[in-house]
């Protein structure tokens, strides 16, 4: 269980959002939704622990996330709006670094089954630089294939994808929430997510 507990934030003089509340559990999605500059990427933020509350707290299976520290964050895999890449890497580099810092090593083999399962096998050993920004957003959804984690936190994970990959990646999310997982998202894309959608946050209307 995820739980956010009377949440609130402060951006300059003004607040973004106050007593934001939820509980998700296993096998369910929260859609956050609402307009730019209120507060979707913050909240997603302070989920992950990279963003403290002015009020409330986070609760992983019952406790607060900052007690809980290293432990919560080996459980969740965080892809914000940006790709996050280093441009002068390959897309095969850019994976098995990305996975190496967060202490899940992976293999050649296993990075690259994962650029195949996106489409990009033949942009392994491409610097991302030459990539389009459709492809570099596949590369950096790879990692959903190589983080065996329960909680997946996704600011606009749709975005710049084609009509294939975005039906791949609806897939995915799919497959994640059967498996037990828990996904919480942003997006602005029309995708068909209404068999998965548990629940749903319109940011707006949690605050002045």
Same mark, same amino acid.
Not at 55 to 82: C, F, P, Q, T
Not at 124 to 131: N, S
Not at 141 to 155: F, G, S
């Given at each position: 269980?995820?739980? +956010?507990?009377? *949440? =609130? =934030?402060?951006?300059?003089?003004?607040?973004?959002?106050?007593?934001?509340?939820?509980?998700?559990? /296993?096998?369910? !999605?929260?859609?956050?939704?609402? $307009?730019?500059?209120?507060?979707?990427?913050? !909240?997603?933020?302070?989920?992950?622990? *990279?963003?403290? $509350?002015? +009020?409330?707290?986070?609760?992983?299976?019952?406790?607060?996330?900052?007690?809980?520290?290293? %432990?919560?964050? #080996?459980?969740?895999?965080? *892809?914000?709006?940006?790709? =996050?890449?280093?441009?002068?890497?390959?897309?095969?580099?850019? @994976?098995?670094? /990305?996975?190496?810092?967060?202490?899940? $090593?992976?293999?050649?083999?296993? +990075?690259?089954?994962?650029?195949?399962? @996106?489409?990009?096998?033949?942009?392994? %050993?491409?610097?991302? &630089?030459?990539?389009?920004?459709? &492809?570099?957003?596949?590369?950096?959804? +790879? #990692?959903?294939?190589?983080?065996?984690?329960?909680?997946?936190? @996704? %600011?606009?994970?749709?975005?710049?994808?084609?009509?294939?990959?975005?039906?791949?990646?609806? &897939?995915?999310?799919?497959?994640?929430? #059967?498996?037990?997982? !828990?996904?919480?998202?942003?997006?602005? &894309?029309?995708?068909?997510?209404? =068999? /998965?959608?548990?629940?749903?946050?319109?940011?707006?209307?949690?605050? %002045?």
């Amino acid at each position: 269980m995820l739980e +956010a507990v009377g *949440l =609130a =934030a402060v951006r300059g003089d003004r607040r973004l959002f106050t007593g934001l509340a939820f509980s998700l559990a /296993a096998g369910e !999605l929260l859609y956050v939704h609402g $307009p730019n500059g209120s507060g979707k990427t913050t !909240l997603l933020r302070m989920l992950c622990g *990279l963003v403290l $509350p002015e +009020a409330g707290e986070v609760r992983w299976e019952g406790h607060s996330i900052r007690k809980l520290g290293e %432990d919560y964050r #080996r459980e969740l895999l965080y *892809l914000g709006h940006a790709a =996050a890449l280093k441009d002068e890497l390959t897309a095969l580099e850019n @994976l098995r670094v /990305a996975s190496a810092l967060q202490g899940r $090593p992976v293999s050649e083999r296993q +990075a690259l089954e994962a650029l195949d399962a @996106l489409g990009l096998e033949d942009c392994a %050993d491409l610097p991302v &630089q030459v990539l389009s920004q459709g &492809q570099k957003r596949r590369v950096a959804l +790879a #990692r959903l294939y190589l983080t065996p984690v329960r909680i997946w936190i @996704l %600011d606009e994970p749709f975005t710049a994808l084609d009509k294939k990959a975005v039906a791949g990646l609806e &897939q995915t999310l799919a497959n994640h929430l #059967r498996g037990g997982g !828990l996904v919480v998202l942003t997006t602005h &894309q029309e995708v068909m997510l209404t =068999a /998965a959608v548990a629940k749903t946050i319109a940011m707006g209307s949690w605050g %002045d």
